[in-house]
């Protein structure tokens, strides 16, 4: 099991290319302060209209907006500046993980539920 203390991440991309990451009004303030239009990166949240919120913009490959290749390495072009959840993932309170790949990231949806 994989714990915040020993967690390693690999840069393989997978959770900024599968997930689609909720973004705060907070997170949408940072990231326009850091020189992005807010239209460049943000959409609304598709899998919850009923609040208007919003969620970050994907690449037509499927990528995050500010996801970019170096190498063999994924890597966020906002690191400084990325959302909240970006921050906490894969580790969204204490509890160990099998991995960190997304199908096993199973209180994501129950993170969302408790901050909206
Ligand atoms: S899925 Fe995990 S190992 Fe891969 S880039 Fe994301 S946090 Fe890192
Ligand atoms: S903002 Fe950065 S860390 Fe978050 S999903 Fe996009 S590329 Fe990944």
Avoid at 34 to 51: E, I, N, Q, S
Wanted: aromatic share 12%; with cysteine.
């Amino acid at each position: 099991m994989i714990t915040s203390d020993d967690f390693k991440c690999t840069f393989c991309g997978k959770c900024c290319i599968e997930l689609t990451v909720k973004i705060s009004d907070e997170d949408i303030k940072r990231i326009k302060k850091a020189g992005h239009k807010r239209k460049d990166f943000a959409v609304k949240d598709m899998f919850d209209l009923r609040t208007g919120k919003y969620a970050l913009k994907k690449q037509e490959n499927e990528w995050c907006v500010f996801l970019r290749k170096e190498g063999e390495k994924y890597l966020c072009s906002i690191h400084e500046h990325r959302p909240e959840t970006c921050r906490k993932y894969p580790f969204f309170d204490d509890t160990p993980l099998k991995s960190c790949l997304p199908e096993d990231v199973l209180h994501w949806p129950a993170y969302w539920r408790k901050n909206k």
